[in-house]
Every structure is written in structure tokens, then in C-alpha cells.
């Protein structure tokens, strides 16, 4: 479980706000992504980088930001354009195409409420 | 985009018995498709994963089997443990090309009564 760390766990806003969430591996890992994560949903892909400096659009890119200025972190900018910010918001990292079988590791997650 | 669904949404067995969860895929690219288990309030953890070049994989009590002409694989679960109580997920991506994208279902809460 160790190698991906959130925070914080739970984070309460006010609507109208931007906020920041945290994600860090210490894996050596290339690639990372982001995940919103409703009940009775599937994960739902928001952005993922494979690469510094480089990030993709996921499904729902809509209202948040993302930037990937090194190996480490790819923190998520929660802005307030996303109409329904509240959600289960996963990290996940794995080795990049051609040195891996794809599995991706997911950190423990945050819990953002907006009000 | 590659659609993944996923069937039953809920699944109740008794311990001891198995439990089965099947996913269909729209993408004949997909090749990689693994399964996570989630319990409650944690993070989603990688329990097995096969490759579009294997049938069927076993881990101890899961197994997954793959069925690229119909574009299904399924997770079976034998001899039911409360411990298998958890939200499962099934994923597919193009791998090892592309950029090892998953797309998930919608997941299946298990739940095993004692």
C-alpha cells in the first residue's frame, strides 16, 4: 500500500473555491492519473500524465487542473467551474508503456465535500 | 472510447459458496484487463489481471476468465469468505501500446453472509 500518498484525507470547501489536492509516489513510477469516484459509480478518469511536464485530458476533464512539473506529484486543482465537485477523489501511478503489464497502484484517496 | 459494463451491480452469497461477476468490453483492441477490489472507505487494490493472450488465470480462490470473441471476461470467486465482502471493479485497457488508459465498470458490491 505504501508508495502513494493523499492529502488530506477529507477536505471541506465553500462553493466559489479553488482547491488543491495532493498526490505523491515514491515508486519511480511514469505515469499517474487521476479518478473522481461517485457511489454506485465506476472510477471515472479526469486527467493522467505519462510523462514531466505532459498531461491528458481523461473523461470528465471538465473544471479541473492539473500540472506534472515533476516525477513525483501530479497534484489536482478542484476549480470553481466543476458544477458537483463533491466525491471520492483517487490517485493512481504505474510504469510506463513497454517496461510494464499496466497495473496501476492508487493511493488512499480524498474526501472533498463542497457547501 | 472503450465502454466496460458490468454485471450484477450487488451479489449476495452465502459463505462458502462462489460468486461471479462478468464485464463486457466494446474495444476488440483491449488486451489488458485487470480486477480491483475496493473495501470500504479504502483505496481500490489490483487482485488479478490477465492478458488478452492467456484464457484463464487462478489465484488461489479467484480466478478470471477471458473471452475475446465475445468480449467478456469474468471474476470467480470460490469459497466465499467474509473477508470478499468489498466493492469489485473490472478495468480494460490497450496495453502494452497506448498509454495503459483503464476504463472501469461500474463495480459489484459483494456481500457474504455468514
Known amino acids: 500500500d505504501g508508495g502513494i500518498t493523499q492529502s488530506p484525507k477529507y477536505l471541506f470547501r465553500k462553493e466559489g473555491q479553488n482547491v488543491t489536492l495532493s498526490c505523491e509516489q515514491n515508486?519511480?513510477?511514469?505515469?499517474m492519473y487521476w479518478y473522481r469516484q461517485d457511489p454506485g459509480q465506476g472510477l471515472r478518469l479526469i486527467y493522467y500524465?505519462?510523462?514531466?511536464?505532459?498531461?491528458q485530458k481523461g473523461d470528465i476533464a471538465e473544471g479541473y487542473s492539473v500540472s506534472r512539473e515533476k516525477k513525483e506529484s501530479f497534484p489536482l486543482t478542484v476549480t470553481s467551474a466543476q458544477k458537483n465537485p463533491t466525491a471520492f477523489y483517487l490517485c493512481?501511478?504505474?510504469?510506463?508503456?513497454?517496461?510494464?503489464?499496466?497495473?496501476?497502484?492508487f493511493g488512499p484517496g480524498t474526501r472533498l465535500t463542497v457547501t | 472510447g472503450e465502454n466496460v459494463e458490468q454485471h450484477p451491480s450487488t451479489l449476495s452469497v452465502q459463505e462458502g459458496d462462489s460468486a461471479v461477476i462478468k464485464c463486457t468490453y466494446s474495444?476488440?483492441?483491449?488486451?489488458?484487463f485487470p480486477w480491483y477490489k475496493q473495501e470500504l472507505g479504502k483505496r481500490p487494490q489490483l487482485i488479478i489481471d490477465?492478458?488478452?493472450?492467456?484464457g484463464e488465470k487462478k489465484d488461489q480462490r479467484i480466478a478470471v476468465t477471458l473471452n475475446k470473441t465475445a468480449k467478456h471476461f469474468s471474476l470467480h470467486i470460490t469459497e466465499t469468505q467474509p473477508e470478499d465482502s468489498a466493492v469489485y471493479f473490472c478495468?480494460?485497457?490497450?496495453?502494452?501500446?497506448?498509454?495503459?488508459?483503464?476504463?472501469f465498470g461500474a463495480g459489484t458490491t459483494v456481500t457474504v453472509r455468514a
Open positions: 515508486l519511480n513510477h511514469d505515469a
Open positions: 493512481a501511478s504505474s510504469i510506463n508503456v513497454g517496461r510494464g503489464r499496466g497495473e496501476q497502484y
Open positions: 478495468a480494460a485497457s490497450i496495453a502494452p501500446v497506448g498509454d495503459y488508459k483503464l476504463s
Open positions: 474495444d476488440s483492441a483491449s488486451n489488458y
Open positions: 500524465s505519462q510523462i514531466v511536464n505532459d498531461f
Open positions: 490477465i492478458r488478452s493472450n492467456v
